[in-house]
């Protein structure tokens, strides 16, 4: 379960793009922090942050809290949206015919 390091991140949808921008710098800030590492990006989240998106609209990082190893993936689409969730493992694209996000061909 969820530890005090790692309990305000919000399990929320993420509907527009400023919401995104949002929650990408609570992550790298807590990633920075050391609280969060990094386990899994299709797309280096600090480019994705400054706006190199390398022509992708989907988006998909995962972070564990080095407490208590909970870890969030962090889906966005950003024609429709997004949601961040707690994550079971962390993603191997293999399990997923080599899609670089779950359920999702690689573009
Ligand atoms: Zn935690």
Known sequence: MRCMNCDIIPLTEI???????????????????GVLEIVYQNHPIELVFAGHTGNKVKFFHQFRCKN??????MFVNT?????????????????????EIPGGESR
């Open 68 to 73: 208590c190893g909970t870890i969030y993936g």
């Open 15 to 33: 509907p527009t793009p400023a919401d995104y921008m949002v929650s990408l710098e609570t992550f790298i800030m807590m990633t920075k922090a």
């Open 79 to 99: 024609l429709s949206g997004g949601e961040i969730k707690i994550n079971d493992k962390v993603f191997d694209p293999a399990e997923y015919g080599n899609s």
